[in-house]
């Protein structure tokens, strides 16, 4: 079996309930080699789930420290989840895991996956109900990040999706969705990026199959796009869900 590695993990730093800390010994008891911690980026149009600016320096002092001293049991990355409209610098850190939390459109931020009631009225109030036309939004937006060198990881590349469990509000064969995944996931795969197989849609229950979903990741093995396994952890119980169906595709 390939040994364990999970890079999308969210500490207290942002929207996590563990510190980096008992993650770090959470994951050496769960025989994990390699550890990513990738906390929130800060957005001003809502910190509410972010590390706020006067703790970037501080996280990255914290996960430096937890790398000399457990140097020897696990290997330790200091990563960012970077959201796309965040204005920090992703640069410096180990990896920066790009993500589409939120679209801006008519000058508003609106969280595509907050909650479902507000993912719901997005569509009905921009889009006049059209979720075709809302993913091809947000998959506009997400092959964007082919341009910006610092983005090394995908992050949930459908996140769009996350509502949708059993087709609940459009058809994911649907032609339209399927050329607008297919195009964003050519200029990524164009640009190098590399695909996180994402759990966390699993564990919460949202979805029965991880992000991107099975057909999306078929298409990308088949273009020859390279993947990492993540958890998207926000506490340390489900660090590494799932990864034992999902090992042998990266």
Not at 55 to 80: F, H, V
Not at 100 to 106: A, D, E, F, M, P
Not at 140 to 164: M, P, Q, S, V, W
Not at 183 to 200: M, S
């Amino acid at each position: 079996m390939k040994p364990l590695c999970d890079y999308h993990i969210h500490t207290t730093f942002s929207d996590g309930k563990n510190t980096p800390e008992e993650m770090v010994l959470a994951a050496i008891e769960k025989g994990v080699r390699e550890m990513g911690f990738s906390d929130h980026s800060y957005t001003f149009f809502d910190d509410s789930y972010t590390i706020q600016l006067d703790k970037i320096a501080e996280y990255k002092r914290e996960i430096a420290r937890l790398k000399e001293k457990y140097k020897g049991k696990i290997k330790i990355l200091c990563g960012i989840e970077q959201d796309f409209y965040s204005r920090t610098d992703a640069r410096g850190y180990d990896y920066a895991i790009g993500s589409v939390h939120s679209l801006k459109i008519g000058g508003q931020y609106l969280s595509v996956d907050e909650k479902e009631e507000k993912f719901v009225k997005i569509a009905e109030d921009f889009f006049g109900g059209d979720y075709i036309a809302f993913a091809k939004t947000y998959f506009d937006r997400i092959a964007k990040f082919a341009k910006r060198k610092e983005i090394t990881i995908i992050g949930h590349f459908d996140l769009i999706a996350k509502y949708n469990k059993n087709g609940k509000y459009f058809s994911e064969k649907d032609e339209g969705y399927i050329a607008a995944w297919k195009k964003a996931v050519d200029k990524l795969i164009a640009a190098n990026k590399t695909f996180e197989i994402n759990t966390g849609s699993i564990s919460r229950g949202w979805r029965n199959e991880p992000y991107p979903s099975d057909d999306i990741r078929a298409y990308i093995k088949e273009k020859g796009g390279k993947f990492v396994l993540s958890s998207d952890c926000h506490r340390a119980e489900i660090l590494c869900f799932g990864f034992e169906k999902y090992l042998n595709e990266i």
